[in-house]
Structures are given as C-alpha cells and as structure tokens.
C-alpha cells in the first residue's frame, strides 16, 4: 500500500444551489442548502484513501463542531489524523459554495487553516520523511509551502504540488516539486510572462496543466500531449480537481507510467462530478478500475 502525506486545508462547504447567481445587488430564491467536508487537503486526503492509499492527514481545524465534523469524517473515510489539532483561538474554516449554471463559485475563509505553519509542520516531521509522496495545495500560509518543498527537495520526497487557489509561487518551490497541476488560470499566474506551451516544454514530465471536461495537457520531452477526460453527465464539479490530484498521486506512487496515471486520475475526476459534494462523488479504486 502506498503511503501519502496530504499537507492542506480542512474546512466545512456551506453549499447554496439555484438557478443562476445573483446579480449586484440582486436576491434570489435558492433551491437547496447542504454542509458537507470540504477543503482542498481535506479532499484530496479522503479521495486518495478511497483509491487505496495509506493517507495521513497534517493541517488544523477549529475546536468547534465544524472541526468535530471533520475529523469524524477523516475516521470514517480511513485517514489518519494523528497530525490534525483542534486550536482553540480560531473556528474552522469554511468554504461558501454556489452551485449554478452548471459551474461552481467559491469563497474561502481560512480560520484554523491559517495556523498550518512551518513551526506545526515540524511536528510531522517523521511521517513525512517516510510517505512515497507529499500533496500540498494553497490554501494554508504561503511560508509553509516553501517550507515542505524545502524539506522535500533536500530530502528526496516526491512533491506534488497544486498550486490552488491561485497565488503567485517561488522559482525555487517551481523547481524542487516533483509535479505541479495548475489549471488553466493558475498556470497562467504561476508562469507569468510565459505562455503554457512554452512552460510545460520547459518543465517537461512536471508541469501539468488541467483543462476540465477537455482533459490534461503535458509535454513529455518531445511533444505536447493532451491526455483526453471522460464525458459525464455533471452533477456538481466541486472537488473534481481535488480528487485528480489525489488519484494521480496515487497511480504514480504506485509505479504507473505518466500517461497512465493521467488516465486513472482523470476517470476519477469524471467519476466524482456525477454526485454532490466535493467529496460526495469521490469513488473507490473498485468503481475506476471497473469504468476504466
């Protein structure tokens, strides 16, 4: 079984569902409101852990129900949270979500997430230094990422980095991951001054940029490959990026070849977007082995 350490955010998605979104200044009748676990570390912790992987989790949560909601969802779905603490100076944080014309809008409030600093990952230290790869996202301080790419980089632990939300990132945190999965709009901050092209050729077999239903594109050392999706009826996209990155991370930790884990991930992905809820549509290593 492989062994992955998820390095992120935890959260609660408050999650509205209407027809349309409101205009300035405009109120609407919405169609449904749902609290479910979210948080991109969060998300991709559980879909790695139904992939199969051995999955710890290392972030914080509040010391309220939100954080009870969560943990008891990371026990339920077999991730380990023996480096998730509860502080007691912040609430958990929350992600308000709305679900509309057949896209999602999402605000992000920290709260106990922004205590996932350097200093706290220490405490993680040892599980870290033993996992096949390392997941970290962009919703915990920016420090934090320089810091586990550093110790990534020294120590020789594949890091796959997910450079969401977007926010600019360090030439040296570019360099010392071992994968980078930006979208479209984060690619296009993250190599600034750069088009896509000429940035995936330049990190060939490391930079993959995601483009939805359209599928992976990457440039494997002598061509530019797109990596097509699978076509699904859509139910709720949220998620969908969180469970590619975990399932890639997952085939490659495994030993498949690029273009294969692509394949596995992007099934998943298409897979997780027919039920609601970031992590409503996760599915297990048997329902994309059994789609594939």
């Known amino acids: 079984m492989t062994k992955l350490v998820v390095i992120g955010s935890s959260s609660i998605d408050l999650v509205v569902s209407a027809h349309k979104r409101p205009e300035k200044g405009e109120t609407i009748l919405g169609e449904s409101f749902k609290t479910v676990p ?25 010391d309220d129900e939100f954080g009870k909601m ?57 599980v870290i230094s033993s996992a096949d790869m390392v997941l970290i996202q962009q919703e915990i ?28 990132v360090s030439q040296a945190v570019i360099e010392r991951a071992a994968y980078i999965t930006p979208n479209e709009t984060e690619a296009g901050l993250l190599f600034a001054g750069e088009n896509a092209s000429d940035a995936m050729k330049k990190y060939h077999n490391k930079v993959f940029i995601t483009e939805g239903s359209k599928g992976v594109r990457f440039h494997d050392g002598e061509k530019e490959v797109l990596v097509p999706s699978y076509k699904v009826e859509a139910v709720d996209t949220t998620g ?12 490659l930790s495994e030993g498949r070849s690029l273009r294969e884990s692509i394949q596995f991930a992007n099934r998943a992905a298409s897979l997780s977007v027919t039920k609601f809820g970031a992590q409503g549509g996760m599915p297990t290593r048997a329902e994309v082995e059994g789609s594939l």
């Open 141 to 168: 301080p920016e420090a934090t990422v320089d810091y586990v790419a550093e110790f990534c980089g020294e120590k020789g632990i594949p890091l796959l980095l997910n450079p969401a939300p977007a926010r600019p």
């Open 240 to 251: 969908a990026g969180d469970t590619f990155n975990a399932a890639f991370a997952v085939a």
């Open 70 to 126: 969560i943990l008891d969802n990371f026990k339920k779905n077999g991730v380990r949270t023996d480096y998730v603490e509860p502080v007691t100076h912040a609430e958990t944080g929350t992600a308000h979500i709305t679900l509309a014309e057949g896209d999602n809008s999402i605000i992000v409030v920290e709260g106990a997430n922004k205590y996932v600093t350097p200093e706290y990952i220490q405490k993680a230290m040892d």
């Open 38 to 62: 979210g948080g991109k570390g969060a998300n991709q912790a559980v879909a790695a852990s139904r992939l199969g992987a051995e999955v710890y989790m290392v972030g914080c949560v509040g």
